[in-house]
């Protein structure tokens, strides 16, 4: 089992990609509490030069919440980060963590129904690009 799911898609900008899959995130019910320009950190911090990457920690408030009721200390894996990074040809990569594939290291059974929910979301938010 993969632990994500990716697309290529072309996009104007990195902006413009942004723009679009935050905007995918809005209609399954996601906001952005995180947003990690690992590009300007790596320039920043080691004076290394790196391609557009983008880290978008998305979340769903209610399955979150559910979620945090089910498991306590389910918050280290929470929010679900969803990747924008440059590709060949101009083009764009998004990937997002498929949660199903991380909540089987937590082995909560009361877990399974909301992963699977979460991955759906996700899985959509990918596929609408």
Excluded at 63 to 83: R, S
Excluded at 99 to 121: C, I
């Amino acid at each position: 089992m993969s632990y994500y799911f990716a697309k290529t898609v072309s996009g104007k900008s990195l902006e413009d990609m942004i723009s679009r899959v935050t905007s995918a995130l809005v209609d399954q019910g996601f906001g952005i509490l995180t947003e990690i320009d690992v590009r300007e950190t790596l320039k920043k911090k080691l004076n290394e030069e790196f391609r557009d990457y983008r880290i978008l920690g998305a979340c769903n408030p209610q399955l979150a919440h559910q979620a945090l009721l089910a498991e306590d200390k389910i918050g280290t894996m929470l929010p679900c980060n969803v990747i924008i990074q440059a590709a060949e040809s101009g083009n764009f990569e998004v990937a997002a963590v498929d949660p199903v594939a991380s909540m089987q290291a937590v082995g909560n059974p009361k877990l399974e129904g909301l992963a699977n929910a979460v991955r759906d979301k996700l899985k959509a938010v990918i596929d609408s690009l």
